[in-house]
């Protein structure tokens, strides 16, 4: 969480009249838009209805063909598939969608999912050999194997044919493999470049099905596209918000056994699932299982057909993220320790012996988010070194990474987060040399996390109509947060903290007259040097599900005493 009371205002801009005016919509919603980069009626009835003319044609893929063609083989000849997915939410949503979509059309397909500390991340020739030896002849890679170019070269040598699906940045060169679903490869004729890693598997299964008439069959894996989809922040924009909205859909009307399980331990209201429900209870307990232990769990939750063997699944799940929010909270409490806070350098570099590699990428997170710099935390072992990096928006890392790429043994990533391997001899020169790039590149910028205000409005003038208002939206998350308000000059009356740590706040609002609910999750501490009256509040406008249909409550992101800031 960042440190709020550092935080930057920055209120966007209202819309030109004309814009205002042209749009068939309240003001609100039109100013919404407007901020959303929507500039045309055309855009926005698009935006806001979101529906099946966003799911684009899946042979707009160069070599989409290709690759159902392949599998088509494969299913009439009955030999061994491997999906090669990856231990995070959006690989084993991507692994079950391949493998289930297969096995329907009674393929022989099993998933292979790495071990994040043996193997790590993307193909590897020792499990492709093995794989050979087996009797597997072809590989279906999913959110990874763009990068993977001696790997496929190998492959081709050894008999196995690899259909690359993936959907992050390539290298200049492109592996050799049989087929590549990759709407980043440059060239790309694909109409939408966003897609996760389950997005771009979701459309070889969708293009396998409708090549056979049976397009209809494959809609109830959207459940499974949402779920990667929304933990891998990618832009909830243009077909994205299609799959995310008809697969949040199917998870409230028709959850899974898994989905059933983990809503009862973790207490998320089924029927009241939306994104934010993904990012902050299910993405983590999926992803906990490739921290701590093998992502396989994950994958048999999603794909679990009976209640029965899905709970000892979730149980577990639930225990191992309780253990990584714990040994999180330990890093990331070490970490800080080392910090010279008066003194901060450009980029943040932990580097440690003990970290476990699976919550590296957590630990850097939390560090960026609360000193608003780009973070490495580095796990040392005899001979080597893994470092998770996450940044912000003014610092590209997998840019800066690439400037050091003769000193890793393999790295990959996006703009705000990425990862590496180096031989431990290397690792003085690379943190010395990113040190130093970093102060450069971030020379003269400044150093605070900011909040993007969408509106500057009256506290008065919010109802319930104004939340359904909000509603059409939906679905947030990257790229189309939840709309932020600021409201000046009110009355804080009462407030206490709550929560097992005492970490959040619930505060009693007045403002004309009219009391307010607010609450403040994780921010007790930042907030509490300015719970005076009267103050000004950045926030998102919420239901309160506690108290009634018709109640509604302030998500409160920051404060501040009132004029002090924007």
């Known amino acids: 969480m960042k440190i709020l009371a550092n935080c930057l205002w920055k209120l966007k801009p209202a819309p ?28 926005a ?18 070599d989409m063909e290709k690759a159902v063609s392949r599998i088509y083989k494969a299913l009439l000849t009955g030999e061994k598939i491997v999906v090669y997915g990856d231990f995070d939410a959006d690989g084993l949503t991507a692994t079950a969608v391949l493998t289930t979509g297969i096995a329907r059309l009674g393929g022989n397909v ?25 009797g597997v002849s072809l590989i279906i890679s999913t959110d990874c194997g763009i990068t993977a170019i001696p790997e496929i070269k190998r492959a081709n040598k050894i008999g196995l ?12 060169e492109l592996p050799p493999a049989y087929a590549i679903i990759n709407p980043k490869v440059p060239g790309e004729t694909y109409p939408f470049k966003e897609l996760a890693g389950v997005g771009v598997a979701y459309k070889l299964i969708q293009a396998l099905y409708r090549n056979l008439g049976r397009e209809d069959e494959t809609r109830d894996l959207l459940d499974l596209v949402a779920i990667g989809t929304i933990a891998d922040i990618v832009p909830i924009l243009n077909e994205n918000r299609y799959l995310v909205k008809e697969g949040i859909k199917l998870l409230n009307a028709e959850p899974r056994p898994g989905i059933i399980e983990m809503a009862q331990l973790s207490r998320l209201h089924l029927g009241e699932i939306e994104p934010e429900s993904i990012s902050w209870i299910m993405a983590p307990r999926l992803n906990a299982a490739g921290r701590l232990q093998h992502a396989l769990a994950g994958y ?51 580097i440690d012996a003990e970290c476990p590699q699976g919550i590296s990428g957590l630990v850097a997170g939390r560090l960026s988010d609360e000193y608003y710099r780009p973070s490495i935390v580095i796990k040392t072992n005899a001979d080597s070194a893994t470092g998770s990096c996450r940044s912000i928006p003014d610092f590209n890392i997998i840019q800066a990474l690439s400037r050091f790429a003769h000193l890793f043994s393999h790295f990959g990533g996006h703009a705000q987060a990425a990862g590496f391997t180096l031989p431990i001899e290397n690792l003085d020169a690379f943190a010395q040399g990113i040190s130093a790039y970093a102060e450069e590149t971030l020379s003269g910028v400044e150093l605070k996390p900011f909040i993007d205000i969408d509106i500057d409005t009256d506290l008065s003038v919010l109802c319930p109509a104004t939340l359904r208002e909000l509603e059409r939206l939906a679905p947030f998350g990257e790229a189309n947060p939840k709309p932020v308000f600021l409201s000046r000059g009110l009355n804080i009356t009462d407030y206490r903290s709550m929560g097992s740590n005492n970490e959040h706040l619930k505060l009693r609002i007045k403002h004309k007259g009219r009391f307010w ?32 249909t018709d109640t509604l409550r302030l998500k409160i992101i920051d404060m501040s005493p009132a004029g002090t800031k924007i």
């Not at 935006?47 to 799911?55: A, E, G, H």
């Open 45 to 62: 009835e698009l935006f806001l209805s979101s529906d099946r003319r966003l799911n684009h044609n899946p042979f707009l893929f160069p």
């Open 161 to 172: 044919d690899v259909i690359v699906t993936d959907h992050h940045t390539p290298l200049d």
């Open 517 to 548: 609910d607010g609450v403040a999750f994780r921010q007790a501490k930042e907030l509490n040097g300015f719970l005076q009256s009267p103050v000004d509040i950045v926030y998102n406008l919420e239901q309160d599900k506690w108290c009634g």
């Open 16 to 43: 030109p009249e004309k814009t205002s005016q042209n749009f068939p919509y309240p003001p609100l919603i039109s100013r919404l838009l407007h901020n959303r980069g929507i500039e045309t009626v055309e855009e």
């Open 110 to 134: 099993t998933p292979y999912i790495p071990h994040r500390v043996t193997e790590g991340y993307g193909l590897k020739i020792s499990a492709l050999e093995k794989h050979r030896t087996e």
């Open 300 to 350: 048999k939750l999603l794909t679990a057909t009976t209640i029965s063997d899905s709970q000892e699944l979730a149980l577990w799940l639930e225990n191992k993220n309780t253990e990584r929010q714990q040994l999180t909270v330990h890093f990331v409490e070490k970490a800080r320790a080392r910090l010279d806070t008066q003194f901060l350098p450009a980029l943040l570099i932990f």
